[in-house]
């Protein structure tokens, strides 16, 4: 029961962080004091302009937020699982391509937001920053969780902040590559990559001699039904918000060491890029059966 609900209270609190913010505004106004609520409003609002920028400036960095037993209550109820295919050198940069998308990237948050699967012992001196979208970061609060846990948005400046070389080595930059539109193809039979015109991350991993890293969620389409009308998720609870209760194996596959290349032609980002396409098909095939999905076709589009 302690796993549903922590499940509950995160996912809700993310999923709906503006509505609860604008609640719980409205009851402090009311409750106790306009005068003080709009003064708080204020002085927030301040602080997320002059912050404005942290989000694509490498963020920050809590391992004490990123160890909280919440994580492990969270990861505890699908359950997720790290593992790793070989070990990762420390003295080098990686960009690691996350697949898939899912509904909601469970795989993503749980594995690489927090360590409550172990990744700094998986991958000692590495650190993992989640790629999120910069509309995250707009909202009250919720910015400084993620931020805290070492999550950036997936910009190029943000990436250039990391692998320019200033910031040292040892950074695993997590990208959903797939992103929003790989969400609505999500299907329970086949997992759908849409990847075939994602090539912007091998540019980048080009440009910088970063290692690119496939890794496959096994189990993140499962989490929701997709019987429904116009192919919308559906879980568990009231409105079908909260995943099932499946078990999610994500597997971190074996490095592409890239060769740096500051003026990389169409013909060289596509010579990787192939090159990663086919990485991926071969960690899909060599797992697919050991972790319960030999039903499940893979389709990159």
């Keep these: 029961m302690i796993e549903f609900?922590?499940?509950?209270?995160?996912?809700?609190?993310?999923?709906?962080?503006?509505?609860?913010?604008?609640?719980?505004?409205?009851?402090?106004?009311?409750?106790?004091?306009?005068?003080?609520?709009l003064i708080v409003c204020i002085l927030y609002g301040c602080w997320m302009y002059f912050d404005r920028d942290t989000d694509s400036q490498g963020g920050r960095w809590s391992e004490r937020l990123r160890r909280l037993s919440i994580w492990n209550y969270f990861t505890d109820?699908?359950?997720?699982?790290?593992?790793?295919s070989e070990d990762l050198d420390p003295n080098r940069n990686y960009i690691f391509g996350f697949h898939p998308h899912g509904s909601f990237s469970f795989g993503a948050l749980g594995n690489f937001g927090t360590d409550a699967t172990y990744f700094s012992n998986l991958f000692p001196n590495i650190r993992p920053h989640l790629m999120l979208l910069h509309l995250q970061f707009l909202f009250p609060f919720t910015r400084e969780i993620l931020l805290n846990l070492g999550a950036c948005c997936v910009s190029k400046n943000s990436f250039e902040y990391f692998l320019n070389g200033n910031q040292g080595k040892g950074h695993a930059?997590?990208?959903?590559?797939?992103?929003?539109?790989?969400?609505?193809?999500?299907?329970?039979?086949?997992?759908?990559?849409?990847?075939?015109?994602?090539?912007?991350?091998?540019?980048?991993?080009?440009?910088?001699?970063?290692?690119?890293?496939?890794?496959?969620s096994f189990g993140e389409n499962e989490l929701y039904q997709r019987s429904t009308c116009f192919n919308l998720p559906w879980g568990r609870f009231i409105f079908g918000h909260i995943p099932l209760r499946r078990p999610i194996i994500t597997v971190v596959g074996r490095p592409i060491h890239v060769k740096q290349n500051i003026n990389p032609t169409s013909q060289d980002i596509d010579q990787i890029h192939n090159e990663y396409i086919r990485a991926v098909e071969q960690l899909f095939e060599f797992n697919k059966n050991k972790y319960g999905l030999a039903h499940v076709n893979l389709e990159i589009v």
Excluded: C, Q
Excluded at 77 to 84: A, E, G, N, Q, T
């Design 173 to 216: 930059l997590v990208v959903i590559i797939g992103g929003a539109r790989e969400m609505y193809l999500t299907k329970n039979d086949t997992m759908i990559l849409y990847l075939k015109k994602r090539k912007g991350f091998v540019e980048l991993a080009l440009k910088h001699g970063a290692s690119l890293v496939p890794v496959i």
């Design 77 to 84: 109820y699908f359950p997720l699982k790290l593992i790793k």
């Design 5 to 37: 609900l922590t499940v509950l209270f995160i996912f809700t609190t993310f999923l709906f962080s503006p509505l609860i913010t604008i609640i719980i505004l409205i009851l402090l106004s009311v409750f106790w004091s306009l005068s003080i609520t």
